[in-house]
């Protein structure tokens, strides 16, 4: 570690001779957070011409699929990479059957975006919250959500994405052996190619509320805690990101992002896959609300939290700020 005698401090050394213009500290920034690392997630719903607005996450909205199409055609022209689909269906059952439906509404959804938009990356979110009417991410016997049962229907819907065209696959649910049993599902129907981006560590958050909302699952008896990690963790969370690699995760997520950013330090310290970041509703919620009520500045906040995410060593950022992201990064 360097280290500074007094015959070396003030007048001599001068930190601000690096910050007097914008264009100094733009040659000089350690952290450079670009488009080329942004991914959008985008709620699909069935209908036509349906752009219904998330009440509790202000610019967000449930689309229809040719409202979902021309929402991604400003996303590409934008030069964000990728998006993040969840689906809402047409109906919800005990095992989220149209999670996995070949005409299910992500599936279908899927199918429109690689036709007009070929390019742009296309990633499904793996679970089966959306789909159950009982609002858990899997099976659920008695009170329990059953973890092997679980594992067949995922496998089931990460198969049936990718027949849809998906490029790749995130599961979400958190349960033990997923990523294995999908990886070994997706290389025996010939997607040997297709990556998995695994939610690793997803802790059991409070700042996941407006995304209920938007994607309809909150759960309908108990909570997540049983399977979703408890945030006073995080040797458990090195412990599941190693789990995941091994299974065949090709990128690892910490979930959320701005309360986590130790997790997501020590998880680049100790991995050689790419590394993700979810920057949760609730956090694009809560800057939101507060540039609403004039407590804060709008962009800058959304400036500093991402390059704080980024800063702490995630690769990839998922966050409902990509298009203002983008926007802000091509007027530089």
């Known amino acids: 570690m360097l280290s500074f005698s007094s015959a070396m401090s003030?007048?001599?050394?001068?930190?601000?001779?690096?910050?007097?213009t914008p264009t100094m500290r733009r040659l000089v920034a350690e952290t450079r957070p670009t488009v080329d690392g942004?991914?959008?997630?985008?709620?699909?719903?069935?209908?036509?011409?349906v752009r219904q607005p998330v009440g509790t996450m202000p610019?967000?909205?449930?689309?229809?699929?040719?409202?979902?199409?021309?929402?991604?055609?400003?996303v590409r022209d934008l030069g964000i990479p990728a998006v993040i689909l969840f689906g809402?269906?047409?109906r919800k059952d005990a095992v989220g059957s149209s999670g996995y439906a070949a005409d299910g509404i992500v599936q279908r959804a899927v199918h429109a975006l690689k036709d007009a938009l070929p390019d742009l990356l296309v990633i499904t979110d793996v679970c089966l919250c959306e789909y159950t009417d009982h609002g858990q991410c899997g099976v659920v016997v008695g009170e329990e959500v059953d973890n092997d049962a679980t594992l067949e229907l995922l496998v089931a819907e990460s198969v049936s994405h990718v027949r849809a065209g998906a490029d790749m696959v995130a599961p979400s649910d958190m349960m033990d052996g997923r990523v294995g049993a999908i990886r070994a599902g997706l290389d025996g129907a010939g997607f040997g190619t297709t990556p998995i981006m695994a939610y690793a560590a997803k802790y059991a958050s409070a700042f996941y509320g407006p995304f209920r909302d938007a994607a309809q699952s909150a759960p309908q008896?108990?909570?997540r805690r049983g399977y979703q990690m408890d945030p006073?963790?995080?040797?458990?969370?090195?412990?599941?990101?190693?789990?995941?690699?091994?299974?065949?995760?090709?990128?690892?997520?910490?979930?959320?992002?701005?309360p986590y950013l130790d997790v997501i330090r020590e998880v680049r310290a100790q991995v050689q896959v790419p590394v993700a970041a979810y920057q949760v509703s609730g956090e694009f919620a809560m800057i939101k609300a507060a540039a609403a009520a004039g407590m804060l500045d709008e962009e800058r906040a959304m400036l500093e939290?991402?390059?704080?995410?980024v800063r702490a060593g995630a690769d990839i950022v998922l966050t409902y700020f990509a298009k203002d992201l983008a926007r802000h990064f091509r007027g530089r």
């Open 232 to 258: 006073p963790n995080v040797r458990e969370a090195l412990r599941e990101v190693a789990l995941d690699i091994d299974e065949g995760a090709d990128i690892v997520m910490v979930k959320p992002a701005l």
């Open 38 to 49: 942004l991914i959008l997630p985008l709620f699909v719903v069935p209908g036509a011409g």
């Open 305 to 309: 939290a991402h390059t704080s995410i």
């Open 59 to 74: 610019g967000v909205a449930q689309l229809s699929i040719d409202c979902l199409v021309e929402e991604c055609r400003e």
């Open 88 to 90: 809402i269906p047409e």
């Open 221 to 223: 008896f108990g909570d």
């Open 10 to 20: 003030f007048p001599v050394h001068r930190p601000r001779r690096l910050r007097r």
